[in-house]
């Protein structure tokens, strides 16, 4: 059975998901990957889906879920990306691993529709950056196992 990589954000509409596409494509199918919040917003963020389309990842399909519903579940690793996920965060059944790696929430960016983009993007990349790296470093472990 894959281990379960539970990415957690307060609203579960643009973070969470960047991080879920992300870690899902540089995984490939050695990773369950999943993603929730605390407070969930009903919806993916539409320039969440726009700049992960522009990598060539397709995350339309994604729906924002809660926290509680993978309360039932094996959790192997639970990773925070936003400081109010981190502190609602509950114990999952389960759970060896607990990081949190917090990002701007880019839904709060203003201006004019490229300038949010722009948000959207550099947000985009600073978490791809940190997910294909935490990818790369689970491969080498299953090696060195």
Same mark, same amino acid.
């Given at each position: +059975? ?12 643009? %973070?969470? @998901?960047?991080? *879920?596409?992300?870690? %899902? ?10 993603? !929730?919040?605390?407070?969930? #917003?009903?919806y993916v963020h539409p320039l969440a889906i726009q700049v992960m389309k522009e990598i060539g990842i397709d995350i339309s399909a994604h729906q924002s879920k @809660? +926290?509680?519903? $993978? =309360? ?5 690793? &639970?990773?925070? &990306?936003?400081?109010? !996920?981190?502190?609602?965060?509950? +114990? $999952? ?6 990081? @949190? ?5 880019? #839904? @709060? ?7 949010? =983009?722009?948000? $959207?993007?550099? &947000?985009?990349? *600073?978490?791809?950056? &940190? $997910? *294909?790296?935490? !990818? ?5 472990? #299953?090696?060195? #196992?």
């Amino acid at each position: +059975m894959k281990p379960t990589i539970l990415i957690l954000c307060t609203g579960n509409s643009c %973070r969470s @998901h960047l991080a *879920e596409g992300i870690l %899902r494509a540089a995984a490939g199918d050695t990773l369950n990957v999943q993603s !929730a919040g605390s407070k969930p #917003a009903g919806y993916v963020h539409p320039l969440a889906i726009q700049v992960m389309k522009e990598i060539g990842i397709d995350i339309s399909a994604h729906q924002s879920k @809660h +926290m509680n519903d $993978f =309360l039932q579940q094996p959790i192997e690793t &639970v990773v925070t &990306v936003c400081g109010n !996920a981190d502190q609602a965060c509950p +114990m $999952f059944p389960g759970q060896v691993n607990r990081h @949190h790696w917090g990002f701007y929430d880019p #839904a @709060h960016a203003t201006g004019t529709d490229e300038e949010k =983009l722009a948000v $959207f993007r550099k &947000v985009r990349d *600073e978490i791809k950056m &940190v $997910f *294909e790296a935490y !990818a790369d470093g689970r491969r080498d472990q #299953a090696k060195a #196992a």
